[in-house]
């Protein structure tokens, strides 16, 4: 069982909020609970961030107070130890059916609501497919679950060479390090060992077979201005699950749970109000 983090019950220095983290599933994951009753929504973070994204969403400064939800740290993020091996959104979202299944999830035969923030997205929509059952609908926001239209960018001349020379052994792991750091991407030059590994397989996942398994409500709620995964990414996976309403924000970019919370937050309860 993972030891909580030195600040858990105390203060966050990252948000100076007074905040008490829990242990989930014997401590495969850390979280906060917010609310009373039973779980009725559970809050999946983007990469590099945490579950103290959705607290003006769902928690108690959240419009109409919090609801009964439950926000994890993802493995390797937040106070979560990071995954014992090179997940992909799959092995997150099975992680997360653990959590549920572990005590901390609704009573039996009672679905939730899963908001998913980009990385929180793929693994909503994979948990969704697995585990229908524990699926009531989704919420989904800067989801890159589908093309955006984009041609990707090929690596810079200087790069390849040097990514050539380093599998030969010319190029030593200090300097291909360097070359990462120049020309990465911010998230890969900000993720470390096995993390950088866990990235590069999730960015080239495709989810067309994840989102033909998707039964349940789906609420999309896309800032026009998401610089990270245009509007036309929304209107692809809306396209593909029959069950899917979007909500345009004008002006918001990709951190919608920071920018738009009420919109979010207006999603969520219309989502547990197409709950079966």
């Given at each position: ?36 009753g039973p779980v009725a929504v559970v809050a ?124 030969v052994g010319i190029v030593s792991d200090a ?102």
């Open positions: 069982m993972a030891e909580p983090p030195a600040w858990a019950g105390a203060a966050d220095p990252r948000t100076s909020l007074a905040r008490v983290l829990r242990s989930l599933a014997d401590g495969a994951m850390f979280g906060e609970r917010w609310g009373e999946l973070h983007g990469w590099r961030r945490t579950h103290g994204d959705f607290a003006a969403v769902l928690g108690p400064g959240a419009p109409g107070g919090p609801l009964p939800a439950l926000a994890p740290d993802l493995p390797g993020f937040g106070a979560t130890p990071e995954p014992p091996a090179v997940w992909g959104s799959a092995q997150y979202a099975a992680a997360v059916a653990g959590v549920l299944d572990g005590g901390d999830g609704p009573p039996a035969g009672t679905g939730v609501v899963v908001v998913g923030h980009s990385l929180g997205a793929r693994v909503a929509v994979h948990l969704a497919a697995q585990r229908p059952e524990l699926v009531a609908a989704l919420v989904l926001t800067g989801a890159p679950l589908a093309p955006s239209g984009r041609r990707p960018s090929a690596p810079p001349p200087a790069f390849r060479a040097a990514r050539a020379l380093h599998r300097r291909m390090e360097a070359a990462r750091q120049r020309h990465g991407s911010a998230d890969y030059r900000a993720a470390r060992g096995r993390m950088r590994e866990v990235l590069v397989r999730i960015v080239n996942e495709r989810y067309d077979e994840v989102l033909a398994a998707v039964h349940c409500p789906v609420e999309l709620v896309w800032g026009d201005d998401d610089g990270d995964v245009p509007l036309s990414v929304a209107e692809a996976i809306r396209a593909a699950v029959p069950e899917a309403r979007l909500t345009v924000c004008h002006g918001a970019g990709h951190l919608t749970p920071l920018t738009v919370p009420a919109a979010l937050r207006a999603a969520t309860e219309r989502a547990l109000a197409r709950r079966p």
